[in-house]
Every structure is written in C-alpha cells, then in structure tokens.
C-alpha cells in the first residue's frame, strides 16, 4: 500500500510559476512510476504528466510540453511538478498517482495507476 500526499497548489496570475510535490509513504517509492492528472470543474480527468521508476523517462501531454517539467527524489520519496507559464486553463485539481508496472514508456493511461493521492487545487487567474 502506497499513501500519496500532495502539496504546493494554490492562487497564481497567469505567467507565473507552482512547483507541486508529492510525496509517498513507504519504502518501495522506487519501484513505482509516478504520473500527475489534474480535473477540472465539469471536466474529466486528463492526463499531465509522468515519470519512469528511475527518472530516466518522462511523458508529457501535448498542452503542457515546453512548460512543466516533471522530476523525481527517490531519496526522498518525492516527485515533483514544475508548472511555468501558467494559463487559466490549467486551472484544476491536480492529482499525482503511482503506477507499479515497468513500462516501455511511462503511461497516459489514467487507469493504469495503482494509488492515487487527494489532489491539490491550482487556481490561475487571468
């Protein structure tokens, strides 16, 4: 069992910068792949980003490729989301999940993960 905890959300005008964490219980953070989704009011799901067991490969969703970067800290249990220029239309909760199957490509697929945390609200005004 893996417990997901995120943080660092909150109000940003549009341009600005949020670096969101997440950080996992246990000792096997390692051995999971890590991916980031967010949901938007009236919205489903969609995903972000994600990041291979060893950081060595990442995923990105077309709307968000050249402004987040995704990174991990196994060390300390934590994988990060960097979001710079943030348009009103990133506006959701986000939600970081892990995914313990070793994949070509680290995955899109919401249904995938394994564990998900509570999600962290980012609010961007115009």
């Known amino acids: 069992q893996v417990q997901l905890v995120e943080s660092g959300g909150g109000l940003v005008q549009a341009g600005g910068s949020l670096r969101l964490s997440c950080v996992a219980s246990g000792r096997t953070f390692s051995r999971y792949a890590m991916g980031w989704f967010r949901q938007a009011p009236g919205k489903e799901r969609e995903f972000v980003s994600a990041?291979?067991?060893?950081?060595?490969?990442?995923n990105y969703a077309d709307s968000v490729k050249g402004r987040f970067t995704i990174s991990r800290d196994n060390a300390k249990n934590t994988v990060y989301l960097q979001m710079n220029s943030l348009k009103p239309e990133d506006t959701a909760v986000y939600y970081c999940?892990?995914?313990?199957?070793?994949?070509?490509?680290?995955?899109?697929?919401?249904?995938?993960?394994?564990?998900w945390g509570q999600g962290t609200q980012v609010t961007v005004s115009s």
């Open positions: 990041i291979s067991q060893n950081g060595a490969r990442t």
């Open positions: 999940a892990a995914d313990r199957a070793l994949r070509e490509l680290p995955s899109f697929r919401d249904y995938l993960y394994d564990y």
